[in-house]
């Protein structure tokens, strides 16, 4: 089976710009789940979605948005790019959006806005 | 606002030394519990996970972890470490009967010379 893949793996945005992330989730998989993890971090909760729809937000300013599409792959979107949105952006899909459901994770993407 | 404390930033090691890292939350409902690693280079992986029964769990790779209700702890533990196990190890929490939001620690990394 295949994993969780995201692209692109490193990136450099300037301030105030606008970046997207992808992820293609794992087989079988129809949860997507992204997170941010800051250096000398965890990962932090953005948001969750299940079957095209956000089911679940954390602490994160609207700029921070998110697509699922029909084939459960992802996109994270971040508008208005600050210094401190850099850090390395996770994806982890599931089978299912419900706590019983292990997280499959991607390599991440790092960002880096300078 | 609930939360998942690691209490060791880095911890060195020598080889066949035993291991314990600690993990404590705060959330007074029912919890579901993980141990997740990350090798140099790699994704998250998970190492194992309590979702109830005998509070002590066996993982890959011979991690366990054992869950203490009353103190709020989900400590991960190896007999013997192996070079092997350098990594970067985070603990994470999801509130029971929600969505599969998990909440990281900061991580602990984990050095382990020959």
């Known amino acids: 089976e295949t994993g969780v893949t995201q692209s692109p793996t490193h990136l450099i945005k300037t301030r105030g710009q606008q970046v997207t992330l992808r992820c293609s989730s794992q087989?079988?998989?129809?949860?997507v789940s992204w997170y941010q993890q800051a250096l000398g971090q965890g990962p932090q909760f953005i948001f969750q979605?299940?079957?095209?729809?956000?089911?679940g937000r954390g602490n994160f300013p609207p700029r921070f948005s998110g697509l699922q599409f029909p084939n459960y792959s992802s996109e994270l979107n971040v508008n208005a790019l600050e210094l401190d949105d850099s850090a390395l952006y996770l994806c982890?899909?599931?089978?299912?959006?419900?706590?019983?459901?292990?997280?499959?994770f991607g390599n991440g993407t790092r960002l880096t806005v300078t | 606002a609930q939360s998942v404390s690691q209490h060791n930033h880095h911890v060195i090691l020598s080889e066949a030394a035993s291991l314990e890292l600690g993990c404590n939350y705060s959330?007074?409902?029912?919890?579901?519990l993980f141990w997740y690693v990350q090798y140099p280079g790699q994704h998250l992986q998970l190492l194992l996970k309590?979702?109830?029964?005998?509070?002590l769990v066996k993982g890959i790779k011979g991690f366990e972890a054992e869950f203490i209700k009353s103190k709020f702890s989900f400590n991960l533990r190896k007999p013997s470490v192996q070079w092997s196990d350098t990594a970067e190890y985070f603990c994470?929490?999801?509130?029971?009967?929600?969505?599969?939001?998990?909440?990281f620690g900061a991580g602990t990394r984990l050095a382990v010379h020959p």
């Open positions: 979605y299940y079957r095209e729809e956000e089911n």
């Open positions: 994470a929490v999801i509130l029971s009967g929600g969505y599969n939001k998990l909440i």
């Open positions: 309590y979702f109830s029964g005998d509070p």
């Open positions: 982890a899909s599931s089978l299912s959006g419900t706590t019983d459901s292990p997280l499959h």
């Open positions: 087989s079988g998989h129809n949860t």
């Open positions: 959330y007074g409902g029912t919890v579901n």
